[in-house]
């Protein structure tokens, strides 16, 4: 007998989820008892994302212990001005300027015009305006520094219908989202008209190659989306697996240009009940951050698991290096691992947090 860790989503009542950092992930551990061989050859994680590539060395820019923060949720830099999401705190996020050496507070708590609950995917245009995407309410939140004392608010901007919505990216005129869609795993948002459409099919688990369009929306949930600079594509990861998506974007239609899937995750997949999506403690952790640049995917891979590591799994030593149209050009190790990413347009550099929440540039 051993233990596994059960990722349970709702099966529909999504109405509740407004409380303080409540997530739409219920988490309980149940023991399993060994059941008949079967080929799970599909969860063996390809050689091809394993390091064995050079070390990446990497400098120190800042502690960002020195700002009250102790545990990034997300980052994204654009030159003076960096991002941090915050985690079990009154605020949402930190905006750190690196010149001054000030910082000020984001997206307090709560339920207001410029409040959120949970955010994710922080992200910064060419222009330095900050997204963040807060999935409990649907509300994308945009605000730009112009030097943090002095910066401006835009209004959010709500992504329309009932759907779930639960990874989102603003581009100039459109808004491209994740969510629990049975039309299609991607949804491409019109902020010139309000009109929408879905694209693409959701990857096919060998495992359950018959879940319903609903169970394999919550399957596929746990995603990393990133927009390319010139908007014209995007790349998707999946956390929890090995898998990988390259998009591109030609008017208001999404195509397939690329996608690898490493390794598969290790689940118990149903259809009916409360929890549709179970993930045992010894899936490994997939692709924990994504950043790029208009000719490069940068990826951080973890290849740990809950069983081994517990709350250690984000922290992630390997960095990928993709072009756009899939080719993985490098496998590189970085020694003092690194939880999240962002590629800074300014400055054309990685920069990253380590688990002691140190952000340092890499020397790539």
């Not at 709560?110 to 949970?118: F, H, K, L, R, S």
């Not at 581009?171 to 949804?187: A, K, P, W």
């Not at 951050?289 to 390997?318: H, M, W």
């Not at 970085?334 to 952000?359: F, H, R, V, W």
């Amino acid at each position: 007998m051993f233990l596994r860790k059960w990722v349970g989503f709702p099966g529909n009542d999504f109405k509740r989820i407004k409380t303080m950092k409540k997530h739409l992930v219920t988490l309980l551990l149940v023991p399993l008892f060994a059941s008949c061989s079967t080929d799970n050859s599909y969860l063996s994680v390809s050689p091809d994302i394993q390091a064995t590539g050079n070390d990446v060395t990497s400098t120190l820019v800042a502690d960002l212990s020195a700002y009250g923060i102790t545990s990034p949720s997300k980052i994204t830099k654009h030159g003076d001005i960096l991002a941090v999401g915050l985690r079990n705190k009154l605020t949402n996020v930190n905006l750190v300027n690196l010149s001054t050496r000030s910082s000020q507070d984001w997206l307090p708590l709560g339920d207001g015009t410029n409040e959120a609950y949970t955010v994710d995917n922080l992200s910064v245009n060419s222009q330095g305006e900050i997204s963040a995407f807060d999935f409990e309410t649907g509300k994308l939140h945009r605000y730009n520094p112009s030097g943090v004392s002095r910066g401006s608010t835009t209004p959010p901007l709500a992504l329309t219908n009932d759907a779930i919505h639960l990874s989102a990216v603003q581009g100039d005129n459109f808004v491209i989202s994740t969510g629990l869609y049975e039309q299609g795993r991607y949804r491409y948002y019109s902020l010139e008209d309000d009109s929408e459409s879905y694209f693409i099919d959701y990857p096919v688990h060998p495992g359950y190659p018959d879940l319903s369009p609903y169970s394999t929306s919550v399957l596929w949930a746990s995603t990393v989306l990133c927009l390319r600079p010139d908007n014209k594509a995007f790349v998707c990861t999946d956390i929890r697996s090995g898998q990988i998506d390259i998009c591109r974007i030609e008017g208001k239609t999404i195509t397939l240009t690329c996608r690898h899937c490493y390794y598969y995750p290790h689940v118990d997949a149903r259809n009916e009940g409360a929890v549709r999506v179970a993930y045992y403690a010894d899936n490994i952790t997939g692709f924990q951050d994504v950043a790029v640049s208009n000719d490069r995917i940068f990826v951080l891979y973890s290849g740990k698991t809950y069983k081994a590591e517990r709350q250690k799994i984000a922290n992630c030593p390997t960095l990928l290096v993709f072009d756009w149209d899939g080719t993985l050009l490098e496998t590189r190790t970085i020694p003092q691992m690194a939880t999240y990413i962002s590629y800074d347009l300014e400055e054309n550099a990685l920069y990253g947090t380590t688990p002691d929440a140190k952000l340092v540039r890499y020397d790539i």
